[in-house]
């Protein structure tokens, strides 16, 4: 188990603990109250310079509990650690607050497969075709493997049919 992994297990509060927290004025759409309120926050998770802002809510605790989940989507996209240990199940839904953690894993063996989505797939005893669907399932992951891909000078993946 690595550092990241037990951050990314971590609660909301055990998580906010860790970072440092702030608190702004929101800009945009909302009216008085977004621009008289601290109700933007941002989230900084010292010694892995990763930091996510939320302000969509007019509640300061919404966007901190949102602010917290970009945190950890962030830390699993950026974060990588070698030997890829296996996920705990082959695919887990976006909503599941063991989401962050399924995607470090995964995206752990991709990297250690060279961003080969075949021997990734067979890595984690999954098809290809099932690993890709779970993929593009989530937008953002989508399109950062993409850019990921292009940045090495491989193919795209194909979106599933």
Known sequence: MTERDDILRLDDAGLSALCKLEFFKGTGPGGQKRNKTSSAVRVLLPGFDVAATDCTERSQTR???NALRKLRFELA???RVSPALPPDRPACALTSPDYPLWLARVLDAFAENDFDYRKTAAHLGVS???LVKNFFR???LWQRLQEELASRGL???KAPR
Do not use: I
Request: hydrophobic share 25%; aromatic share 0%.
């Open 63 to 65: 966007n901190r509990a």
């Open 77 to 79: 996209m950026t974060r």
């Open 128 to 130: 290809a075709s099932s």
């Open 138 to 140: 989530d937008p953002g």
């Open 155 to 157: 193919p795209p993946l």
